[in-house]
T-cell receptor, first 116, second 110 residues
Framework: ETGVTQTPRHLVMGMTNKKSLKCEQHLGHNAMYWYKQSAKKPLELMFVYNFKEQTENNSVPSRFSPECPNSSHLFLHLHTLQPEDSALYLC???????????????FGPGTRLTVL | EDQVTQSPEALRLQEGESSSLNCSYTVSGLRGLFWYRQDPGKGPEFLFTLYSAGEEKEKERLKATLTKKESFLHITAPKPEDSATYLCAWTRGSQGNLIFGKGTKLSVKP
């Protein structure tokens, strides 16, 4: 595997289900991100992890719970979602040694989530 | 309010018809301007990073430029495989927080 991988690629869940999205980066980066992309809207940053520590939470509802066990893996745990949470969820990674936040982010293919 | 605006929203070109996409911004303290390409149902693919006004970068048929108020993505003699949505994003460098525009959807007809 190369680059940034995400599983599953497609997920359909009911409002009462609990599911998790997985992201793995094979680039040796130390920062990882979750974004949400809804139809007709720009990508929205959800969470940022740098060296496994969460450094940003963009006012995301608690029904989304991120987990970063190491610099290569990132999870997004989902529970009690709403239909409006249906979107493409994208993971990205970057090499952010200096903490400047200006390094290029590389994206995975995304997970298409549908909440019924 | 800081914002980035991409125009046009959609652009249809004939194969070989050169054009430019615009990303204008009203941001103080911009530390980086990024261009990505996104195909339907896929993640954004990195194209260019520009850090200072006057900077230019090229890759095949694409050339990105940056001024103090806007960035252009010039497409020379496009081919149908250049059809995609092109996204620009900026950062102040704060924890890698990228702010994306809505994108320009480019269609190139043979």
């Amino acid at each position: 595997e190369t680059g940034v991988t995400q599983t599953p690629r497609h997920l359909v869940m009911g409002m009462t289900n609990k599911k998790s999205l997985k992201c793995e980066q094979h680039l040796g980066h130390n920062a990882m991100y979750w974004y949400k992309q809804s139809a007709k809207k720009p990508l929205e940053l959800m969470f940022v992890y740098n060296f496994k520590e969460q450094t940003e939470n963009n006012s995301v509802p608690s029904r989304f719970s991120p987990e970063c066990p190491n610099s290569s893996h990132l999870f997004l745990h989902l529970h009690t979602l709403q239909p409006e949470d249906s979107a493409l969820y994208l993971c990205a990674s970057s090499q952010d040694d200096s903490g400047s936040g200006t390094d290029t982010q590389y994206f995975g293919p995304g997970t298409r989530l549908t909440v019924l | 309010e800081d914002q980035v605006t991409q125009s046009p929203e959609a652009l249809r070109l004939q194969e070989g018809e050169s054009s430019s996409l615009n990303c204008s911004y009203t941001v103080s303290g911009l530390r980086g301007l990024f261009w990505y390409r996104q195909d339907p149902g896929k993640g954004p693919e990195f194209l260019f990073t520009l850090y200072s006004a006057g900077e230019e970068k090229e890759k095949e048929r694409l050339k990105a430029t940056l001024t103090k108020k806007e960035s252009f993505l010039h497409i020379t003699a496009p081919k149908p495989e250049d059809s995609a949505t092109y996204l620009c994003a900026w950062t102040r460098g704060s924890q890698g927080n990228l702010i994306f525009g809505k994108g320009t959807k480019l269609s190139v007809k043979p």
